[in-house]
């Protein structure tokens, strides 16, 4: 194994790089260029559970309580649900970088760690997913429920933005899904990073859309639907 130090990639851009990147980044948005959702919506919640959400952090918190509203708003539509948590069985199989990172044993099954915030559910009817990587697509069978319920849009909340909202918004974009990740219901310690990540997933691979918008497209699609099962 090598004992070199760790690379500092942020080492090798000066100011004017950083600046010029989030210039790059922000006329991508100011684009106007989306892709809209489809016509059968669901909404996945990744890892609002105890052990990532930091009470005293106002952030997370909003994020929290907006996913909360927007659920309520899915639920009486009859939009489905899916809400992942990460939990391992056993660490010794998690992921190299995350087992050299972190101490994973709170997140073991069982631990209260684990546990869905009960602001968000889960509530009847809801499915719930358990994870042991950062997409909520990878070893899971997410995509299976998807495709089975005919789902071609994804209303993503969760936690973290630069991290597994990111990986997960990445994976579904590559199964050919409709994803718009919902601003007020996102959140990242990070300052630089959850901000970017979000730029750089509305230039290249998701809408980004406020509650708002969220919730019309909840409602409007969820008129369409209970239509056509009449």
């Known amino acids: ?17 950083i600046a010029g990147a989030l210039s790059h980044l ?72 995350w087992a050299a990172r972190f101490d994973l044993r709170a997140l073991l099954r069982g631990e209260q760690a684990t546990e869905i915030d009960t602001r ?24 299976g429920r998807l495709a089975a319920a005919e789902v071609d849009t994804v209303l993503l909340c969760g936690l973290t933005t630069s991290g597994c909202v990111r990986a997960t918004a990445v994976d579904g974009a590559a199964q050919g899904l409709r994803v718009e990740v919902v601003l007020d219901c996102v959140a990242d310690s990070r300052p630089l990073s959850g901000p970017v990540a979000l730029a750089d997933l509305a230039d290249r691979y998701a809408d980004v859309v406020d509650l708002g918008e969220a919730r019309d497209m909840v409602e409007s699609l969820g008129c369409a639907l209970g239509r056509a099962r009449r």
Do not use: N, W
Not at 1 to 17: F, K, L, N, Q, V
Not at 121 to 126: E, I, K, Q, S, V
């Open 1 to 17: 194994m090598s004992s070199c130090e760790p690379i500092d990639p942020i080492a090798a851009a000066d100011a004017e790089t």
């Open 26 to 97: 922000r006329a991508g948005l100011r684009s106007g260029r989306r892709h809209g959702p489809g016509s059968r919506p669901c909404v996945i919640v990744v890892d609002m559970q105890r052990h990532f959400i930091d009470e005293s952090d106002r952030d997370t918190v909003a994020a929290v309580q907006a996913t909360a509203e927007l659920l309520g708003h899915a639920r009486r539509a009859a939009i489905p649900v899916y809400l992942v948590q990460v939990v391992f069985d056993d660490v010794a199989g998690a992921d190299p970088a």
């Open 120 to 143: 968000l559910g889960p509530h009847t009817g809801d499915v719930v997913i358990g994870k042991r990587h950062a997409s909520a697509f990878a070893g899971t069978d997410l995509s």
